[in-house]
C-alpha cells in the first residue's frame, strides 16, 4: 500500500466488513442509504457543501471511513482544495486540538481523492 493510495485503501477494506452486516441486517442498510440520500442531495445546500460538512463531522468524531468515504464525495461533487481546508478549519475551530489530527487526515483524504477525480479529467487543476 503507498501512501498516495492510503484512503482508497480505508474504503476498500471495510467494504467487505459493510458487505457482510448489510447481509445480517440489510434494513437498516437500506434506511440508512435512504437517510444518506436524503440528506446529501443537493437542496438549499449543494451536495458539495453538505460532503464537506460530513468529512469535517468525520473529523470530529475521528472515524477514518467517514473521513475517506465523504472525503471521496466532497471531491466528486466538485470541491477545492481550499474549500476542504477551509471546512476542516471550522472543525478545529469547532474540536480543538485532536480536530488537528483527523484535520490533518481529512485534508490527505480529499487531496487524494481530488488529484485522482483530476487526473481522469484532462486539463482540470483543482
Given at each position: 500500500?503507498?501512501?498516495?493510495?492510503?484512503?482508497?485503501?480505508?474504503?476498500?477494506?471495510?467494504?467487505?466488513?459493510?458487505?457482510?452486516?448489510?447481509?445480517m441486517?440489510?434494513?437498516?442498510?437500506?434506511?440508512?442509504?435512504?437517510?444518506?440520500?436524503?440528506?446529501l442531495n443537493?437542496g438549499?445546500?449543494?451536495q458539495?457543501?453538505?460532503?464537506?460538512?460530513?468529512?469535517?463531522?468525520?473529523?470530529?468524531?475521528?472515524?477514518?471511513?467517514?473521513?475517506?468515504?465523504?472525503?471521496?464525495?466532497?471531491?466528486?461533487?466538485?470541491?477545492?482544495?481550499?474549500?476542504a481546508?477551509?471546512?476542516?478549519?471550522?472543525?478545529?475551530?469547532?474540536?480543538?486540538g485532536?480536530?488537528?489530527?483527523?484535520?490533518?487526515?481529512?485534508?490527505?483524504?480529499?487531496?487524494?481523492?481530488?488529484?485522482?477525480?483530476?487526473?481522469?479529467?484532462?486539463?482540470?487543476?483543482?
Amino acid at each position: 500500500m503507498t501512501e498516495d493510495n492510503h484512503y482508497h485503501h480505508v474504503l476498500d477494506d471495510l467494504n467487505p466488513q459493510h458487505r457482510a452486516l448489510r447481509k445480517m441486517i440489510p434494513e437498516v442498510y437500506r434506511g440508512f442509504a435512504e437517510m444518506s440520500n436524503g440528506a446529501l442531495n443537493s437542496g438549499a445546500l449543494d451536495q458539495k457543501f453538505k460532503e464537506l460538512i460530513a468529512m469535517a463531522i468525520g473529523v470530529v468524531a475521528g472515524c477514518d471511513g467517514c473521513i475517506a468515504s465523504h472525503a471521496q464525495g466532497a471531491a466528486r461533487a466538485g470541491a477545492s482544495k481550499e474549500e476542504a481546508a477551509e471546512a476542516i478549519g471550522v472543525s478545529i475551530l469547532m474540536h480543538g486540538g485532536p480536530a488537528t489530527i483527523y484535520g490533518a487526515r481529512a485534508y490527505d483524504a480529499f487531496c487524494e481523492f481530488a488529484d485522482r477525480a483530476s487526473e481522469a479529467v484532462p486539463g482540470s487543476s483543482q
